[in-house]
């Protein structure tokens, strides 16, 4: 007998409390165990059976009981608490999405089934941003949760959990987002969202044109939200986590000292000592400067001029800049276009200093070789044949 959908929402509403702890325990555990389950029960005064006909819990092949998989999600989903999955796993995504794709391109005359592989492609896809957009959350979550150091653990400790973060986690995930890495699954999302912009305008069949757009616009939205997830990892969370792995044990010590700071004998920096503001020589000294004074001295008048300041270059401002324009396909091209808008004059020491951008550990670069990918530029009135740079988003090769 099919059982109202209002009728299982209103069971966990009522029972919301009971399942915060089977959701836990499954977190924890991966089962529940049938003893531990009717624990809960009794407890709360709940029939057990209820979760076996509501299938929120399935049985396994010993007694015991797990969670279903959707009902897993829901839960990781209202409570916030999702499952760190390993970028390995979320690797099956680059199969899937390819070979759905690949039967896409094959198929001409089945109508039918260019909807369904439209859809499955459209799921497949859905379902990569959500796993993207929760494993960053969690990131998110813990690595502010190890800053604060919510869980007490040691300095040693916090240096090993954000490592492990970076080499198993961020540095994974970006390669998956990178489309400039071969392990990219964006750059596969980006050539079907390619094809589908041609279908879209040139497919023979108006309704299945009508598909391809839907296709299409859902895959520019998923480009710009895993666009948007590759900034935040690269540009907010990975410092974040360095900074953790390189946070300043003079600052610690401090912490230790102020806690408790009758404990140690504080060095001299910290005693107050009582000295004069004024020498024994004072008034001599006060005497010279009168008599300097007092002394005609000659004045020069000079024409005055406008006076110039030098060139400072802002650094952090010229690179907020690369980074909003990223990805650049012509370096050089970029920093006469940028220089001509932001300054009067382009000068040498302009260019080389905006140039030097290419080695900040947010970039990545790639230098186009051969004479055909030569670019002029003139700076100064001279004219410079330099190489075509692409630049990327990058990640720090510390560890």
């Known amino acids: 007998m099919r059982i109202d959908p209002r009728e299982i929402l209103r069971f966990i509403e009522r029972n919301f409390e009971a399942v915060r702890q089977i959701f836990q325990l499954q977190k924890e555990d991966s089962i529940i165990r049938?003893?531990?389950l009717y624990q809960i029960c009794n407890t709360n005064d709940i029939e057990p059976k209820k979760f076996l006909d509501y299938k929120i819990l399935k049985r396994t092949g010993n007694n015991d009981l797990q969670l279903t998989t959707y009902y897993q999600y829901f839960f990781e989903f209202i409570l916030r608490e999702f499952s760190l999955e390993l970028p390995a796993a979320i690797e099956k995504y680059r199969l899937s999405i390819t070979q759905i794709y690949n039967q896409l391109i094959d198929e001409h005359n089945n109508k039918n089934l260019i909807i369904t592989q439209i859809n499955n492609l459209i799921q497949q896809v859905k379902e990569f941003t959500e796993a993207i957009d929760n494993n960053i959350t969690r990131l998110d979550d813990d690595t502010k949760d190890l800053k604060a150091n919510i869980q007490k653990i040691s300095y040693v400790q916090k240096v090993e959990k954000a490592t492990e973060w970076i080499e198993y986690f961020i540095k994974p995930m970006n390669n998956i987002l990178d489309n400039n890495h071969p392990d990219s699954i964006t750059s596969i999302i980006a050539e079907v969202s390619n094809y589908a912009n041609q279908q879209r305008l040139f497919y023979p069949d108006v309704n299945l044109r009508i598909q391809f757009d839907k296709l299409y616009a859902h895959l520019e939205a998923?480009?710009?939200?895993?666009?948007?997830q590759l900034s935040y990892l690269v540009q907010t969370l990975l410092p974040l986590i360095h900074r953790i792995k390189t946070e300043s044990q003079i600052l610690s010590g401090f912490i230790e000292f102020m806690k408790n700071p009758l404990k140690h004998q504080p060095p001299a920096l910290f005693k107050i000592t009582d000295f004069n503001i004024y020498t024994r020589n004072a008034n001599l000294n006060a005497k010279e400067v009168f008599e300097h004074l007092t002394s005609p001295q000659p004045v020069y008048l000079d024409e005055m001029r406008d006076f110039v300041l030098p060139w400072r270059f802002e650094r952090e401002e010229y690179k907020q800049l690369l980074l909003k324009s990223l990805p650049v396909e012509n370096f050089c091209q970029w920093i006469v276009a940028t220089l001509n808008k932001k300054e009067e004059d382009i000068s040498w020491e302009k260019f080389m200093s905006v140039s030097t951008?290419?080695?900040e550990e947010d970039v990545l670069?790639?230098?186009?070789?051969?004479?055909?990918?030569?670019?002029n530029i003139t700076v100064e009135n001279l004219n410079l044949k330099v190489p075509i740079i692409k630049v990327n988003y990058g990640i720090s090769s510390q560890s």
């Open 222 to 228: 998923a480009n710009k939200e895993l666009l948007t």
């Open 34 to 36: 049938h003893e531990t």
């Open 365 to 375: 670069m790639e230098v186009q070789n051969g004479r055909s990918n030569d670019f």
């Open 357 to 359: 951008l290419l080695f």
